[in-house]
């Protein structure tokens, strides 16, 4: 049988989660009515390696075409917050 347990909002809305759940960085969500069911995501998909595929050779037009529309080639910057982002564009 299941365990139902209350749970309460502090003055932000925040709910703190019982303590096998408070290490989980990810959570879905379903929503019935006025209930709320919440699961914990064990795992995230993230892009396969691809760097075994060979090359594709697109036809000069497709480059052109492009090179019009997209004319920033600017090398994209990962950062996690806006100063990392700014320092790395310094660099």
Do not use: C, H
């Amino acid at each position: 049988m299941a365990e139902i347990n209350i749970v309460k909002t502090d003055s932000r809305g925040r709910v703190t989660l019982p303590a096998p759940f408070r290490s989980e960085p990810l959570f879905e969500y379903v929503i019935e009515g006025d209930q709320i069911t919440l699961y914990p995501v064990r795992t995230v998909r993230k892009y396969p390696d691809m760097s075994d595929l060979p090359a594709e050779k697109l036809p000069a037009g497709w480059v052109k075409q492009e090179e019009e529309v997209n004319k920033d080639t600017r090398k994209g910057i990962s950062a996690r917050t806006p100063t990392e982002a700014l320092k790395a564009m310094k660099e």
